[in-house]
């Protein structure tokens, strides 16, 4: 699957396995070992592999739940239809639709308590922030097929689309203590945000997103030692950002309450050749000799948000918080197109010399054109001296890649400290962002 393009405080960068249709699902499969020396960055675990079901035939569900408080209500519906091409192939569509509503943990704030106490004229929400899930909307679906022109010649496609949207609440700034929002500036005089939110205000964060992956290919049979896979796949992952009741106390009275901070999108494509054949040499089993090559190219889009909510108001000066309050917008020194291009070529042999033994090598070559050239291999040992009961043993390096919005992009993050009520930035820089550089960061 493609990965997000969001990345985490830490740079964690992660495919999104919720948007494919559990529907849709027929078996997964779990490689325990670090498979680098198979499948390159990110296999230092081991491996994942989701099998969609391609039968023919039709299911449906329809669920719903809450939560014992009684909130979070979830609605979720599915249908599943597959029909045979004739006795060469199958078509089968999935498609999942999901609501689930916010969820609330929470408890008035104390300085909340205060403030509304002070100020008995006020109405203050109670809670004033919520803690828990929160509001979303997700539509998915998949498709798979395959038709087989000949045992030599079998064509599939396969692939998997998800649309959807959330919200999610951030800290309530409290008009009594959050000077960065509500102090007096000589820049704006007789102004007061407490004109617009009297009550202090919870920054509402909110995402759409949208992605889509297929793979294509063809595989077949050239002999009864020999076969391939010749295959395509292209995947894209984008995500709007949008925060609402907010502000840019920099601006003043100029200040907008809603932002569109941008968006964040990752696209990649992939080609590969994969063969294997089996080389008899009278033991157990023949040697199996798996071997091909990659050509992987990673795209990462940032594109900028409202000038308001990257903007450094003249009311800076005086101390009040530049951009959108909770979440900055991404300015156009942060927008950009960034890519990365690799190859690779890999061995795998496995040999089983006697039934209760089977041993195994890979190995593979990997160049990044922006991370530099890599090789990684693989020894294996599994012994079964009675059926069902085996031990098995290996040693494998690895390594981590960095993606291009790692290598290129940095992030920063509003919060607010709820003991001093003062908002404080936090986030990621790139390795060569120039205060990263004078920190000590090296690529």
Do not use: C
Not at 214 to 233: K, M, Q, V
Not at 335 to 364: K, N
Not at 381 to 396: L, M, Q, V
Request: aromatic share 12%; no cysteine; proline share 6%.
């Amino acid at each position: 699957m493609t990965v997000q393009p969001l990345l985490g405080t830490r740079g964690a960068q992660a495919p999104d396995l919720a948007g494919i249709p559990s529907l849709a699902i027929k078996r997964i499969e779990v490689l325990r070992d670090g498979a680098s020396a198979q499948y390159g960055s990110d296999a230092i675990a081991g491996v994942v592999n989701i099998i969609l079901d391609d039968t023919a035939g039709m299911d449906a569900f329809g669920q719903f739940s809450q939560y014992y408080k009684g909130d979070g209500k979830e609605y979720q519906t599915g249908a599943r239809g597959g029909i045979a091409l004739g006795d060469r192939g199958t078509l089968v569509v999935t498609g999942e639709y999901d609501h689930s509503e916010a969820t609330s943990r929470t408890r008035q704030r104390p300085d909340a308590i205060a403030f509304q106490a002070a100020n008995p004229t006020l109405v203050v929400p109670n809670p004033v922030q919520r803690w828990g899930q929160p509001d979303e909307e997700r539509i998915r679906g998949a498709l798979d097929a395959n038709y087989a022109f000949s045992d030599a010649a079998k064509f599939y496609v396969f692939g998997t689309a998800q649309s959807g949207e959330g919200v999610t609440d951030f800290n309530w700034r409290n008009p009594a203590g959050t000077s960065s929002v509500y102090g007096a500036s000589s820049v704006f005089p007789g102004f007061s945000f407490k004109s617009i939110y009297p009550v202090g205000f919870s920054p509402r964060f909110g995402t759409t997103y949208s992605d889509y992956q297929g793979d294509t290919g063809l595989r077949g049979d050239l002999s009864d030692r020999f076969s391939y896979d010749l295959s395509a796949a292209f995947g894209r992952s984008r995500i709007d950002y949008t925060l609402n009741e907010s502000l840019n106390a920099s601006l003043g009275p100029a200040s907008p309450t809603s932002f569109y901070l941008g968006r964040l999108e990752q696209r990649e494509f992939n080609l590969n050749a994969d063969f294997v054949y089996r080389l008899p040499v009278g033991t157990a089993a023949p040697v199996n000799v798996a071997f091909g090559a990659e050509r992987r190219r990673e795209t990462y889009q940032v594109s900028a948000g409202d000038p308001a909510s990257y903007a450094i108001g003249a009311g800076a000066a005086s101390g009040l918080a530049p951009t959108s309050n909770g979440f900055p917008g991404f300015s156009p020194s942060l927008a950009g197109t960034f890519d990365q291009t690799s190859y690779a070529g890999y061995l795998d042999l496995e040999w089983q010399p006697i039934d209760m033994v089977t041993l195994g090598a890979a190995g593979r070559y990997e160049d990044f054109s922006e991370f530099g050239d890599t090789f990684n291999y693989k020894l294996s040992a599994r012994f079964e001296p009675i059926k069902g009961i085996a031990a098995r043993g290996t040693y494998s390096t690895g390594f981590r890649a960095p993606t291009p919005a790692q290598l290129n992009t940095s992030q920063t993050t509003q919060g607010l400290d709820t003991t001093t009520l003062q908002v404080f930035n936090q986030g990621r820089l790139s390795p060569s962002d120039p205060l990263a550089v004078a920190l000590g960061a090296a690529p």
